[in-house]
C-alpha cells in the first residue's frame, strides 16, 4: 500500500490528506512532513484534531448555509444582485450553485481529517487519558458534519475510514437511516468519552454532544424518518443539559448576541478573533447603503411576534436611520454591529466585524423539551419549559401580559406554537430551514411566496440537490430535479 502524506499546517490549524498523482505519493517532499515523523506526542495529536473546526465556521456564518437559511417563510425577497440568491430564494436553485458544492465539499473536508485522526489515534502510542477525549471530539465534529449532510442531501456516501487507494475515492450512497445510525454512534461514543470541561473556547465537550443528540433525536422523531419513539430521547437529553448548572438563560435576549465570547447560555459557538474579523452575517443582513443584503426579514414575520416582545423589539429594526437620516429597510439586528452604520462603514470595511455565532443555546434545549414533552403526553408539563423561553423575551419582566405565559392548548395548538417560538428565538441561528423539513411544512412558502416562486413547492423540497461534480465524480443519483 502506498503512503499518504497529510499537511499539518500548524499557523491554520488545517489538517488535509493528499490524494494527488501517483508520481506526488512516490515521492518524499521536504516541504511535506510524514505522519509518522509529525505525530510523536499528545501535543502533535491535539494541533491536528484542532485542525479539523477549520471547516465548522461555514457551516454555519458564512454563505453556505445563510443560502439555505433563507429559503424557509420567515425571509424576504434577498438583493437581486447577490449572487444566485434570488434564483434559490424562488426554488429554482441549480446544481452548479457554490453554496450546493461548498456545503457538500465542506462537511466531506471535515469528515476526511476527523477519519484521518481517529484512524491515526487508534494505534497511538500515547496514553489513554489523552486518546480517548481526542477520538470523542473527532468523532463529535465527524457526526455534527454528517448531520449537515444528511439533513440537506438525504442519504449520502458514508466514509468513516481514511480513503487508502484509488478504488476506494468513489462511494454508493447511503440510506438517510444509515447517516442517524452512524451520526448517532457517534455522538454517543463522543458524550462518553469528551470532557466535562472544554480544553479551550470553541471546541466540544461533553454537554455539546448531549445537546446535539437531542437536536438528532427530534429531527429523527420527525420527517422523513417519522420515528417517533425518539422524542423521548429528545427529551431526555434536552433535559440533561438543562439540569447542568453548567448553563442559565441571559436576563435579556439582546445581551445574547454582540458579544465576541460565550454567554451563560452558549452550548457551542464559533468564536472569531477581535479586530481580525470573520463573522460575515453583518453583512449580509445589513441593509445600510451599499450592502447587498441575503437575509431580511418577511412583512408576516414582522407582524407575528407578540406584544412586549424583545425579540422583535430590538431583535428587528424598521425604523434605524443611517447617516444621512434615511431610514433603512427593515433588517435583523442580532449580529450587525450598528456603529457600523452609524459610521457610514462600507462593506468591505465591515469585515472585521468579530460577534460571536452560537450554534447550540441552552433556550433551544427549552423548545426541544417543550416539543417532545408535547408530542409525548400533551402540553400539560411542556408549558413549563416553553414559559421560560417567552419569560425571558419580555420587555418588562414585571408585565406578564407581553408575551404571556400559553395555556389552554390542545397538543395541535402547542404543536404550532413550539415551531413558532422557535422561529421567534432562533432566527438567523440555521434552524428554519430544517425545521421545516422535519415538520413538512415547506406548503408555507408556497402560501407566503406565491408568484414569486419559478417552481411550485412539492415533494422534492426535502432536499437540495447534489453537487453536479459529486454526480461525476462518485457516479450516484442526484435527487429530484427542481
Not at 119 to 129: E, R, S, V, W, Y
Not at 328 to 343: E, G, H, M, S, V
Request: hydrophobic share 40%.
Amino acid at each position: 500500500m502506498k503512503k499518504y502524506y497529510a499537511i499539518i499546517t500548524l499557523a491554520g490549524l488545517v489538517l488535509c490528506s493528499l490524494f494527488g498523482c501517483k508520481k506526488t505519493l512516490e515521492e518524499k517532499p521536504r516541504t511535506f512532513l510524514d505522519p509518522d515523523g509529525f505525530f510523536n506526542n499528545p501535543e502533535s495529536y491535539e494541533s491536528a484534531v484542532k485542525g479539523i473546526y477549520d471547516g465548522v465556521p461555514d457551516l454555519l456564518g458564512g454563505n453556505i448555509q445563510m443560502m439555505r437559511e433563507m429559503f424557509s417563510d420567515i425571509y424576504a425577497a434577498p438583493s437581486a444582485s447577490y449572487e444566485q440568491a434570488l434564483p434559490t430564494y424562488r426554488n429554482a436553485h441549480e446544481p452548479f450553485f457554490y453554496n450546493t458544492r461548498q456545503l457538500w465539499a465542506n462537511c466531506y473536508s471535515i469528515i476526511k481529517n476527523a477519519n484521518f485522526i481517529i484512524d491515526k489515534l487508534g494505534t497511538a502510542g500515547i496514553p489513554d487519558a489523552a486518546k480517548t477525549p481526542l477520538i470523542a471530539e473527532a468523532k463529535c465534529l465527524r457526526a455534527y458534519a454528517y448531520f449537515n449532510l444528511v439533513q440537506f442531501y438525504g442519504g449520502v456516501p458514508m466514509r468513516i475510514k481514511p480513503i487508502q487507494n484509488y478504488n476506494e475515492l468513489q462511494a454508493p450512497r447511503g440510506t438517510e437511516e444509515e447517516a442517524y445510525k452512524q451520526i448517532v454512534e457517534d455522538l454517543t461514543a463522543a458524550e462518553a468519552g469528551l470532557k466535562e470541561e472544554a480544553p479551550q473556547k470553541g471546541r466540544v465537550y461533553k454537554k455539546v454532544a448531549t445537546a446535539l443528540l437531542a437536536k438528532v433525536y427530534l429531527t429523527m422523531a420527525g420527517n422523513p424518518l417519522n420515528k417517533t419513539a425518539y422524542y423521548v430521547n429528545a427529551r431526555d437529553k434536552a433535559l440533561e443539559v438543562i439540569g447542568d448548572n453548567k448553563f442559565q438563560l441571559v436576563d435579556d435576549y439582546a445581551k445574547v448576541f454582540q458579544t465576541t465570547t460565550y454567554t451563560t447560555e452558549t452550548i457551542w459557538g464559533v468564536l472569531y478573533v477581535p479586530g481580525i474579523g470573520g463573522n460575515p452575517i453583518h453583512g449580509q443582513t445589513c441593509t445600510a447603503p451599499g450592502f447587498v443584503t441575503l437575509l431580511l426579514p418577511a412583512p408576516w414575520f414582522m407582524n407575528s411576534f407578540p406584544k412586549g416582545d424583545r425579540r422583535r423589539s430590538w431583535g428587528i429594526r424598521t425604523t434605524y436611520k443611517d447617516p444621512s437620516g434615511a431610514t433603512l429597510a427593515p433588517f435583523f439586528a442580532k449580529f450587525i454591529d450598528t456603529t457600523f452604520i452609524d459610521n457610514g462603514i462600507s462593506p468591505s470595511g465591515s469585515g472585521i466585524v468579530s460577534m460571536a455565532v452560537p450554534l447550540i443555546r441552552l433556550s433551544e434545549m427549552y423548545l426541544i423539551a417543550a416539543e417532545a414533552e408535547n408530542e409525548i403526553n400533551g402540553p400539560a408539563a411542556a408549558y413549563a419549559y416553553i414559559n421560560k423561553v417567552r419569560a425571558r423575551a419580555r420587555e418588562n419582566k414585571n408585565d406578564a401580559t407581553q408575551v404571556p405565559d400559553l395555556s389552554g392548548l390542545t397538543k395541535p395548538q402547542f404543536r404550532d406554537a413550539v415551531i413558532l417560538e422557535r422561529k421567534w428565538e432562533l432566527h438567523l441561528e440555521g434552524s428554519t430551514w430544517m425545521d421545516m423539513k422535519r415538520t413538512n411544512t415547506f406548503s408555507k412558502i408556497q402560501t407566503v411566496r406565491g408568484n414569486n416562486l419559478i417552481h411550485a413547492i412539492g415533494a422534492y423540497n426535502q432536499t437540495w440537490l447534489i453537487p453536479d461534480v459529486e454526480i461525476t465524480n462518485n457516479s450516484i443519483a442526484q435527487n429530484p430535479a427542481y
